[in-house]
């Protein structure tokens, strides 16, 4: 069975992003239904897959980091309003037997993604 995974870069200092909050949602008939939330570990990672086995279904999910927060808690400091602030990951599974892998690379200015395994 797959798994969804996440992590967390922070381009800025070159190293993982550390207490990052994010929660994921599954997108069922155009609405949000929070998953699961976790904070990320000192490895910018998740300590468990945000879902797993017979939990990860095919469909349409969003991945929502605290980005703006996270940037706050380490003292940069950033007009506010905040340009990158939350970050949404619309994503969609289309096989549940595969892993799902969606990493953040993120500094107060940018964000990018891309799908790993």
Request: charged residues 20%; negative net charge; proline residues 6%.
């Amino acid at each position: 069975m797959g798994k969804l995974s996440t992590h967390v870069l922070d381009i800025t200092k070159g190293k993982p992003g550390a207490g990052v909050a994010l929660s994921l949602y599954a997108i069922e008939q155009g609405q949000r239904r929070l998953v699961r939330q976790a904070v990320t570990n000192e490895d910018g990672r998740c300590d468990e897959p945000l879902l797993a086995g017979d939990a990860l279904h095919a469909g349409k999910y969003e991945l929502v980091f605290g980005a703006g927060d996270y940037f706050a808690a380490q003292g940069v400091q950033v007009p506010e309003p905040r340009f990158v602030d939350e970050v949404v990951i619309a994503f969609g599974i289309a096989d549940p037997a595969q892993n799902y892998h969606v990493p953040l690379v993120v500094s107060p200015w940018a964000y990018s993604t891309y799908r790993g395994s």
